[in-house]
Nanobody, 122 residues
């Protein structure tokens, strides 16, 4: 099973940018579709973005479309989430997930990391 570790979260102001990373160990990410989810206090975990194992297919939640970009470097076994024009409502713990299927990972997640906190102040 793949182990995932997220990093890159922090406290920023509205309008700022952050880049989250999700590093994998245990198995190569090359055969996995990857996704990013987030969970705000008192809310359910929600889908943010997903990418196919080749990187050729990406999917985004409407709330982040045009502001966030998911990408991957299979040689580094790492997936990224570039977040621009951050808003206070983006405040959440961000998790990455891995599954062989893009459909499954964007719907249900998969193997999860421990999460990284993103806080956006107004």
């Amino acid at each position: 099973q793949v182990q995932l570790v997220e990093s890159g979260g922090g406290l920023v102001q509205a309008g700022d940018s952050l880049r989250l990373s999700c590093a994998a160990s245990g198995r190569t990410l090359r055969s996995y579709a990857m996704g990013w989810f987030r969970q705000a206090p008192g809310k359910e975990r929600e889908f943010v973005a997903a990418i196919s194992w080749t990187g050729g297919n990406t999917v985004y939640a409407d709330s982040v479309k045009g502001r966030f970009t998911i990408s991957r470097d299979n040689l580094k076994n790492t997936v990224y989430l570039q977040m621009n024009s951050l808003k206070p409502e983006d405040t959440a713990v961000y998790y990455c997930a891995a599954d062989p299927s893009l459909v499954v990972v964007k719907t249900f997640g998969g193997s999860w990391g421990q999460g990284t906190q993103v806080t956006v102040s107004s």
